[in-house]
């Protein structure tokens, strides 16, 4: 079975790639993402849709972090 994955989309969304559970605050699932199977997550806040992207990110120019931060020494 494949690690589930999550990669930053150039000023777009995490692609979230299964297999993977999506949780609510409560702890409650929300969606099942089957190995070989991908859902795209909002993280410019402008979703009308979230957690999920809707493409809102293209029409308010979104500009994210170039590069995920490397976990540094010590963090946990
Ligand atoms: S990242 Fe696409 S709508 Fe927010």
Do not use: L, W
């Not at 972090?65 to 010590?74: S, T």
């Amino acid at each position: 079975m494949a690690d589930a994955s999550i990669k930053c989309i150039p000023n777009g969304p995490y692609r979230v790639s299964g297999p993977a559970t999506i949780t609510d605050s409560q702890g409650q699932v929300v969606r099942t993402i089957e190995e070989g199977k991908a859902v795209s997550m909002c993280r410019c806040g402008g979703s009308t849709n979230k957690p999920y992207c809707d493409g809102t990110h293209s029409r308010i120019g979104f500009e994210a972090a170039e590069a995920a931060v490397r976990k540094a020494e010590g963090q946990p």
